[in-house]
């Protein structure tokens, strides 16, 4: 976590920004239990619904952020709850993927597609300066 931190922070992110960039890159990073993944998109969704309606209402571009980012929020909150629904500890043992855990895999893919759609689209991470606590898109 701390050579994560320090790689989110040398490249100029803090806050918010951050968080959301050590999410990303923490998913599938070394050995992870399926349990694992979920939390960390689960932290990675929070991050951008807490984060990005708060950076769009400062930038005056509220429109964009309800009309193109909220539904793929919105949907991808579903999406994971749909997915801690699936869960199973039994997942977690060697040689079990059984089609349910297969089915929990591909829930885990769709979300992190989806996520990594959000954070493009709203450039959280994508060549920013902070300044004065605000986000400036270069």
């Not at 509220?62 to 539904?71: A, G, R, S």
């Not at 769709?110 to 759609?117: E, S, W, Y």
């Amino acid at each position: 976590m701390v050579a994560a931190s320090r790689a989110a922070a040398g490249m100029g992110y803090i806050g918010y920004p951050a968080q959301i960039f050590y999410e990303k890159i923490n998913f599938n990073r070394g050995p992870q239990l399926h349990i694992e993944r979920l939390f960390i998109l689960d932290k990675w969704y929070s991050n951008l619904m807490a984060y990005l309606p708060i950076y769009y209402e400062q930038n005056k571009d509220v429109d964009f952020y309800n009309k193109t980012i909220f539904p793929k929020i919105k949907e991808v909150g579903g999406d994971i709850d749909a997915t801690w629904d699936l869960y199973k500890a039994s997942f977690e043992g060697d040689y079990s993927c059984d089609p349910d855990e297969l089915a929990f895999i591909k829930n885990l893919r769709v979300i992190l597609r989806k996520l990594d759609d959000i954070t493009a689209i709203s450039r959280v991470i994508d060549k920013q300066k902070m300044a004065d606590d605000m986000m400036e898109v270069g």
